[in-house]
């Protein structure tokens, strides 16, 4: 890295998870191992092969907007919206040039629920009952306008789609656009609302998803001989990204430093990672590179982990690669066993668990990991945290088409 690069600060976090509706509720449960995962509330899942997800509890929209914009709002804006009002407490438009702070907000799939409502009304009632609002609702990019529109942010303002790296894309571009000097600040992060018929049907016909519809609470199991596939949930994890100097000036507290970002793409297959897990030992590896820190120094590593069978043998082996001998020193753990798999937003969810790690000095536990794959042989921290004077972490995240993404973080001193 430049020693005249600018340094990129996190200074602002919110998160709206199955674990919890804040930060700090979300992170508790996460911490504690207790499950956000149970069976499906949203419709009747009962013709699934899988009836389980972890849906965000309690939510009202009504907190962050008029009855009128929460009927032409699709969840997964109103998901963002209520993080990015987190992450963006104590910061004033008085204490930023709006000009020069962006909004980056990556969703893998968008408004699939707006979707599908419009499309039953246009075959039950024609083209001319669509709303008018369906296209803003649905597409992709509305979280990062409606969230840029709410606060003011005149900055770089666009959407990321990259499937399960949607989040992890957002937040490392919103790094690149602060350390190059196109922006001082930037929300960056991602946010998934897909719990929903078609969605679901979907992810069952590709058999990723698991059927431990008696057990939801132990059905997200990264890592274990006995997973049977991922449990899809939902939510938004936004954070503030700032330049150093200016996080100073306006006399913010700051949480972590992120120092580096490994981007790569597999070229291999829709679905399943390569074999060997190049794509991901390339994007560790750059990342790493990037921050200028050894595998050796990297204390935490938050795995992709989503409990199919092909990520936790693939991811397992890449990391291995990756950190050989200095694996020791590196604890791993997937978030994703409590949380379920935030699809999109994932990524942004599990970079906030890592700056609440490197906080506090602890490591958040894999739940139900009980009969650790031989394949999947890591320095697992497993059922319970682990207390540990954290220095630098690294997150990993992958998704369908190849896409691999994974994000150094340090402590700030």
């Known amino acids: 890295m430049s020693t005249n690069a600018r340094r990129v600060v996190v200074t602002g976090i919110g998160l709206v998870s199955p674990c919890g509706n804040s930060v700090e509720e979300s992170w508790g449960n996460i911490l504690s191992g207790t499950s956000g995962i149970d069976r499906i509330t949203a419709f009747d899942a009962s013709d699934y092969a899988s009836q389980i997800a972890g849906e965000v509890k309690n939510f009202d929209p009504l907190q962050f907007m008029d009855k009128k914009e929460a009927r032409r709002t699709d969840r997964s804006v109103q998901l963002a919206l209520a993080a990015a009002t987190e992450a963006m407490q104590g910061i004033s438009k008085e204490s930023c040039s709006t000009e020069r702070f962006g909004t980056i907000i990556g969703s893998g799939i968008g408004g699939i ?21 369906f296209i803003p609702m649905m597409i992709s990019d509305m979280a990062a306008g409606q969230v840029s529109i709410r606060f003011g942010l005149k900055g770089p303002n666009f959407g990321t789609v990259s499937a399960c790296a949607s989040g992890g894309h957002a937040i490392s571009d919103a790094f690149m656009y602060i350390r190059s000097g196109l922006a001082d600040a930037m929300l960056a992060g991602g946010t998934e609302a897909t719990i929903s018929p078609m969605a679901l049907g979907g992810f069952c016909s590709l058999k990723a998803l698991s059927t431990r519809n008696d057990d939801p609470k132990r059905a997200s199991r990264p890592f274990d001989k006995d997973r049977d596939g991922f449990v899809m949930s939902e939510g938004s994890g936004i954070i503030v990204l ?97 949380t379920g798999h935030l699809l999109g937003a994932a990524a942004a969810l599990e970079f906030i668990a890592c700056v609440k790690a490197i906080i506090e000095g602890v490591i958040p536990p894999t739940a139900n990991l009980e009969n650790l794959d031989p394949e999947c042989e890591l320095n697992h921290v497993t059922n319970k945290p682990e207390k540990c004077d954290l220095g630098i972490a690294l997150s990993n995240s992958f998704g369908f088409g190849g896409h691999n993404v994974s994000l150094v973080l340090r402590k700030y001193v």
């Open 113 to 133: 629920k707006t979707f599908e409502e419009q499309h039953s009304i246009l075959l039950e009632k024609g083209p001319s009952r669509i709303s008018p609002f």
């Open 242 to 338: 700032e330049e150093l100097e200016h996080a100073k000036a306006r006399g913010a507290t700051i949480l972590a430093e992120l120092i580096g970002v490994g981007l790569t793409g597999d070229a291999y297959h829709i679905t399943q990672p390569v074999p060997g897990g190049m794509g991901a030992v390339g994007a560790m590896k750059m990342a790493l590179e990037f921050a200028g820190v050894d595998p050796g120094e990297v204390d935490y590593i938050n795995a992709h982990g989503t409990s199919t069978y092909h990520n936790d043998r693939v991811e397992s082996e890449a990391i291995r690669a990756v950190f050989g001998e200095a694996l020791d020193g590196s604890k791993v753990s997937s978030t994703k066993s409590v």
